[in-house]
């Protein structure tokens, strides 16, 4: 399985998507038609972006420093870096970061 998905599916793994999409198109559609409400859906595009960064990152590291992480060790980064957001968004007195962060703090 190549390292992308390997991320993808770990970090999406943890909201309880067993099987997600791992194709461009398939994700863009099923992100799309996913039946999810707003805090749900919102969490779903943090991961999603999450993972999109940290493996242009990782590519960056390894490229540049020659350095490298496991897939479970960035999947493990993109979580974090989602709670952390909510509480950004919390802080900044946004409801939808209040969500998120009761949200995130019920998973895993």
Known sequence: MPFTNQVWKASIGVLGFSIPPTQ??????WLNSVSLNQTQFAAVLQI??????TIWYERNARF???LSKAHWMLSRDV???AREKSAALRSGGSELG???VAFWSMVQ
Do not use: A, F, R
Request: proline share 0%.
């Open 98 to 100: 209040s969500s998120l």
């Open 48 to 53: 999603w972006h999450g993972c999109i960064y």
């Open 64 to 66: 540049h420093n020659g």
């Open 79 to 81: 979580i974090k870096q």
């Open 24 to 29: 461009w198109d398939d994700l863009l559609h």
